[in-house]
């Protein structure tokens, strides 16, 4: 075991938590947005609107986030039209390309995860905010969204588990998050134990601050759950 | 040709991995705190790093131990693990954490008094782990199970990294020639698809015969 390497890898490594923060970061943001609206379309009622919305879903569960990295940064450039588009010069940049992926595959799941917490709320919650007055869209808001979102937090953080160690396949369209750095520096040193036990290390530092995240998050939103002293 | 190295490879790393489950999910209800620490330590951190790092971690180290593991039996010499052996053992590795908690859980729900009922019919112990314990777990891990594989389907294709040529390597090799990557890897999504949904309907068919001595509600 090569202490001296480990410690010297560390500052180059942290060098790429940068990157990896804004891909999971960006991706979760960018990816809630998409899961809110597809999981509404599932549940509008409108039978072409839901089939669109379950086959994207069906197709990005049913692949490797690979595939799709892929298809996004090396498949989307075949075409003429995207080429010329004024798309182009994010979709050029694996940067961009990474995130839209990212985006694409966590919406997926995480539309699935809300459309559950969604029909999981009593309909007897929803009826008695009608009978009190509330449009559709009020009680959606003020009753339905809440308690949703805190039924789905507990299956949302292993979505969240699930999107810090996929931003590692970023490293294989050429960006140097903690995974490329670490793999670069393997090459170099072939030093595989030492560095794969720091990279690992910052990884599970990750999922272990999201994790408590999470947990806090469910502890706020659920106040009638907590024993009174 | 590539589907064929891909389902080959899930399906050895799977079985693999049920294999790991098993052991792990022994190590995790003995009642030997050795063993429920290392299997805990492995869980934990298998499932907390990313999958690509695991494969790595095999791809450039794997050939090392397996030489020093074969010096300590007195053969010197290299040993050089064959990139299906290195996807196989990196995938099943992985699939082997997800399996010991699904394992884990099926075992803890097979109700005790069933046990009790079974010793006190003069049952021995393997007797019991046979025709009680292991037919019950499966059909409570199935679903779980069901999920693994799906999960270590899609994790073969990270094993084209290390150039072994399944679909991945394979579409990306074809997808690099003819210069028509979005065909290519638009197909290769199609193959994977193709591959999820008929698993998920053969594990609905071996849901439906694990619980065939299951009354309905």
């Known amino acids: 075991m090569n202490w001296q390497l480990m410690w010297d890898s560390l500052p180059r490594m942290l060098g790429g938590l940068s990157l990896t923060l804004q891909l999971i970061l960006g991706s979760l943001a960018l990816g809630a947005l998409v899961a809110f609206a597809v999981a509404l379309l599932r549940l509008s009622g409108n039978r072409l609107v839901e089939r669109l919305a379950t086959a994207y879903v069906f197709v990005f569960r049913g692949t490797p986030l690979l595939v799709q990295i892929f298809l996004v940064y090396y498949g989307l450039g075949q075409f003429e039209f995207i080429r010329e588009s004024f798309l182009w010069p994010f979709l050029r940049e694996p940067y961009w390309c990474a995130i839209l992926a990212l985006t694409l595959n966590t919406g997926a799941y995480t539309s699935e995860v809300l459309r559950g917490a969604i029909l999981s709320v009593p309909q007897g919650q929803v009826e008695a905010a009608r009978a009190c007055g509330m449009s559709r869209a009020l009680a959606f808001r003020r009753i339905v969204l809440p308690v949703a979102i805190r039924q789905m937090l507990p299956a949302y953080g292993n979505e969240v588990i699930l999107m810090v160690k996929a931003t590692s396949l970023a490293s294989t369209i050429t960006l140097m998050e903690v995974t490329g750095i670490a793999r670069r520096m393997i090459a170099q040193t072939f030093a595989v134990f030492e560095l794969f036990i720091v990279a690992g290390a910052i990884y599970l530092v990750l999922n272990f601050v999201a994790t408590r995240l999470i947990k806090f998050a469910e502890w706020r939103l659920t106040p009638y759950l907590r024993v009174r002293a | ?217």
């Open chain 2, 1 to 217: 040709m590539g589907t064929a190295m891909t389902v080959a490879v899930a399906v050895s790393a799977f079985a693999f991995g049920i294999l790991v489950g098993s052991l792990g999910a022994s190590a995790k209800l003995s009642h030997s705190l050795a063993l429920n620490v290392v299997a805990d330590v492995y869980t934990t951190i298998v499932r907390g790093i990313p999958e690509l790092l695991v494969i790595y971690l095999l791809f450039f180290g794997g050939s090392g131990v397996a030489s020093s593991i074969a010096a300590a039996f007195g053969y010197d010499g290299r040993v050089d693990l064959n990139a299906f052996t290195i996807g196989v053992l990196a995938v099943g590795l992985i699939s082997g954490a997800y399996s010991t908690e699904v394992i884990r859980g099926a075992v803890q729900s097979v109700p005790f008094g069933q046990i009790e009922a079974a010793r006190a019919c003069g049952m021995s112990r393997w007797l019991i782990l046979r025709r009680v314990l292991v037919p019950q777990t499966l059909r409570f891990a199935l679903p779980g199970l069901g999920n693994v594989w799906q999960l270590t389907l899609k994790d073969t294709a990270l094993v084209s990294v290390t150039a072994l040529a399944e679909l991945m390597r394979v579409t990306h090799l074809a997808a690099g020639a003819t210069r028509q990557p979005f065909l290519f890897y638009g197909t290769a999504a199609v193959l994977y698809l193709m591959l999820t949904t008929v698993s998920t309907a053969l594990f609905n068919r071996a849901e439906i015969s694990a619980n065939r001595g299951v009354r309905r509600a």
